[in-house]
């Protein structure tokens, strides 16, 4: 079992910066995958980021160069570090692990945070 809480969102102004955390509790945090996803209203659940228990990092196209995700599994904590943001990166922020990489990417993730909202003013 692994429970994940976010944290770390809120209001920002378009161009800056947000470093959104996931605190995890378990055992078996620091072997397994997790990842950044993201949703709006009425529209599909969105990848963000993926890393690996080593560090091994998955973006999708739209999100390189602005977003870095990276952890600390002593801490059992995974980070979203989002920059120069965008209206259209206002959205509901989760964080989930999975088995792999693969998986996570994939959106097949065994465990899910409640989310973060995140909110761009223009």
């Known amino acids: 079992q692994v429970q994940l809480v976010e944290s770390g969102g809120g209001l920002v102004q378009a161009g800056g910066s947000l470093r959104l955390s996931c605190a995890a509790s378990?055992?078996?945090?620091?072997?397994?995958?997790a990842g950044w996803f993201r949703q709006v209203p009425g529209k599909e659940r969105e990848f963000v980021a993926a890393i690996t228990w080593r560090g091994d990092t998955n973006y999708p196209d739209s999100g390189k160069g602005r977003f870095t995700i990276s952890r600390d599994n002593a801490k059992k904590t995974v980070y979203l570090k989002m920059n120069s943001l965008k209206p259209e990166d206002a959205a509901v922020y989760y964080c989930a692990v999975g088995d792999t990489i693969g998986a996570v990417v994939g959106g097949r993730c065994d465990y899910w945070g409640q989310g973060t909202q995140v909110t761009v003013s223009s």
């Open positions: 378990g055992r078996t945090f620091s072997r397994v995958a």
